[in-house]
């Protein structure tokens, strides 16, 4: 049963253009959610986190947005680079910043130049 | 400060075979993580160990293992491998501040024949 879904596998994307990789959760009692993104043979790196008890949060080009209501989260990056490209994971916790994260499958993003 | 690191990076067993994977976290952090990365399944968590106390359990079976010593480095054991314990192990640690944030290793490259 996943708890964490990310539906796109992989996304393509013009380099300057938006990406906008989303993330779906079922469970009601995650309140924290992160997005990691990994490159080939690294391990995943932090990107940006937000609490449930808002719903945007913002760091240079990478915005996270959370719609509680439809148990849904999104990242957005502007404008996007070829650098860009990874794998993204939606992550989320039921226990504030220190419960174990939920990881979804991923989507692959390539931003072509 | 250094990362988190793992070790072997790589390494190739048979079947019914045993493998312990080391991971020493970032200094200063007493929590570790472990998550199991399939082409398929994404990131899955296995388990969390805190102080040396398992505080968080994933759903694999008695086969999946894990202690973590004094100094905050931890071991996982897998026993009676078999063909699709193949994957790359992550480990992962963070501190108890309230960022959340997993710093994760480079994983280790399990391969079972």
């Known amino acids: 049963d996943q708890q964490v879904k990310q539906n796109s596998p992989s996304l393509s994307v013009q380099e300057g253009r938006i990406s906008i990789l989303n993330c779906d959760y079922t469970?009601?009692?995650?309140?924290?959610f992160l997005w990691y993104k990994k490159y080939p043979a690294e391990g995943p790196t932090f990107l940006i986190s937000i609490s449930s008890i808002k719903d945007k949060n913002e760091d240079g080009r990478f915005t996270v947005f959370l719609n509680k209501s439809a148990k849904h989260l999104s990242l957005h990056i502007v404008p996007s680079q070829p650098g860009d490209s990874a794998v993204y994971f939606c992550?989320?916790?039921?226990?504030?910043?220190?419960?174990?994260?939920?990881f979804g499958k991923g989507t692959k993003l390539s931003v072509k130049p | 400060k250094a990362g988190v690191t793992q070790t072997p990076r790589y390494l190739i067993k048979t079947r019914g075979q045993q493998v312990t994977l080391s991971c020493s976290p970032i200094s200063g952090h007493r929590s570790v993580s472990w998550y199991q990365q399939t082409p398929g399944q994404g990131l899955q968590f296995l388990f969390e160990y805190f102080s040396e106390t398992q505080r968080n359990k994933g759903n694999f079976p008695g086969r999946f293992s894990g202690r973590q010593f004094s100094n905050s480095r931890s071991e996982m054991n897998v026993s009676t491998l078999e063909l699709g314990d193949s994957a790359l192990y992550l480990c992962a640690s963070r501190d108890s501040t309230n960022t959340g944030e997993l710093f994760f290793g480079e994983g280790s490259r399990l391969t079972v024949l």
């Open positions: 992550a989320a916790s039921a226990g504030g910043s220190q419960g174990n994260l939920i």
């Open positions: 469970n009601s009692m995650f309140d924290y």
